[in-house]
Nanobody
């Protein structure tokens, strides 16, 4: 079974930077990434990276956020630059295990962008 633990959330001013980290315990993970959910909004993809190196970003974060993975350690980071108030959300670490085609989610970490 895969367990995900996020860290790095907090309060940041508009235009600032924040780095989120997630560590996965488990094996056979083929994708890792980040989703977010703002108050009153649906959960949306932020960024995801496959074991083959393919990366997918939400249009709203392209050019500002960067996802990185350490495949050996089963970690994924999200470098958030030039943050905006609309980036405020709970950010959830995500992992996909090919065997069983199963999704795994972290508990979430709050990111608040405010001056």
């Amino acid at each position: 079974q895969v367990q995900l633990l996020e860290s790095g959330g907090g309060l940041v001013q508009p235009g600032g930077s924040l780095r989120l980290s997630c560590a996965a315990s488990g094996t056979l993970i083929t994708k890792m990434g980040w989703y977010r959910q703002a108050p009153g909004k649906s959960r949306e993809l932020v960024a995801i990276k496959t074991n083959g190196g393919s990366v997918n970003y939400a249009d709203s974060v392209k050019g500002r956020f960067t996802i990185s993975r350490d495949y050996a350690k089963n970690t994924v980071d999200l470098q958030m630059n030039s943050v905006k108030p609309e980036d405020t959300a709970i950010y959830y670490c995500y992992a996909f295990r090919l065997v069983g085609s199963r999704d795994f989610w972290g508990q979430g970490t709050q990111v608040t962008v405010s001056s």
